[in-house]
């Protein structure tokens, strides 16, 4: 069966300093593979999708960058946190786009200071 | 693009009482519809999910949604609430390009 991890679970870091997040799916091949974030009270924004290794695309400008280095890999990062960064990041895998299920993680809590 | 709309910000009901939750949608396509519940810290788990035929969509945990073309809906619905289930509820709309939208989300609280 497919499981999908996310660490850390909780993070607390300094405005300004840098950010990596992780993403990795077990069980499944050629994911698509989905960032979002979810803010205090707010729905889900998607930051991030990709299709394949190498390939992603960004929904929305932003401090924060995407990398797939490995098919069942996705990293979330930042040079730079700003206080705004603050929120619930959920990491999410489907096998038909946007019209199929997504499967999500547990979850990072990242609360910036 | 695709959205949705969820009304109601916070639903509280009692344990055994019915439950709906409501959901509206914009997109000019046949749209693909999902109901996804949250536990507090969790990661979204999918209740239901509409793509065609049956307009009345059965689910997990005792949940049914149903999906109104005219009235651009797919609200959710379950006849006797559990105090297991309160949690966050999430509509979503998807399309072809690999968006999916979600709603804000209804936080629900179940009296005992």
């Known amino acids: 069966s497919q499981t999908i991890h996310q660490w850390p679970a909780t993070l607390v870091q300094p405005v300004g300093s840098p950010l990596s997040l992780e993403c990795t799916v077990e069980?499944?091949?050629?994911?698509?593979l989905y960032w979002y974030r979810q803010a205090a009270g707010r729905g889900l924004q998607l930051l991030f999708y990709?299709?394949?290794?190498?390939?992603i695309s960004s929904e929305v400008p932003q401090n924060l960058s995407a990398s797939r280095p490995q098919d069942r890999q996705f990293i979330l990062s930042s040079k730079k946190l700003l206080l705004s960064d603050s929120g619930f990041y959920l990491c999410?895998?489907?096998?038909?786009?946007?019209?199929?299920?997504?499967?999500f993680g547990p979850g990072t809590r990242l609360t910036v200071l | 693009a695709q959205s949705v709309t969820q009304p109601d910000i916070h639903i509280t009901v009692s344990e055994g009482a019915s439950l709906e939750l409501r959901c509206n949608y914009s997109?000019?396509?046949?749209?693909?519809l999902f109901w996804y519940v949250q536990s507090p810290g969790q990661g979204l788990q999918l209740l239901l999910k509409?793509?065609?035929?049956?307009?009345l969509v059965q689910g997990i945990k005792g949940f049914e949604a149903e999906f109104k073309r005219s009235q651009s809906s797919f609200n959710l619905r379950k006849p006797s609430v559990h105090w297991s289930d309160a949690a966050e509820y999430f509509c979503?709309?998807?399309?072809?390009?690999?968006?999916?939208?979600f709603g804000a989300g209804t936080r629900l609280t179940v009296k005992p």
């Open positions: 069980g499944t091949s050629n994911p698509n």
């Open positions: 509409y793509f065609s035929g049956d307009t």
């Open positions: 990709s299709v394949g290794i190498g390939q």
């Open positions: 979503a709309v998807g399309a072809l390009n690999n968006d999916m939208r």
């Open positions: 999410a895998w489907g096998s038909g786009g946007g019209t199929d299920t997504q499967y």
């Open positions: 997109y000019g396509a046949t749209p693909y």
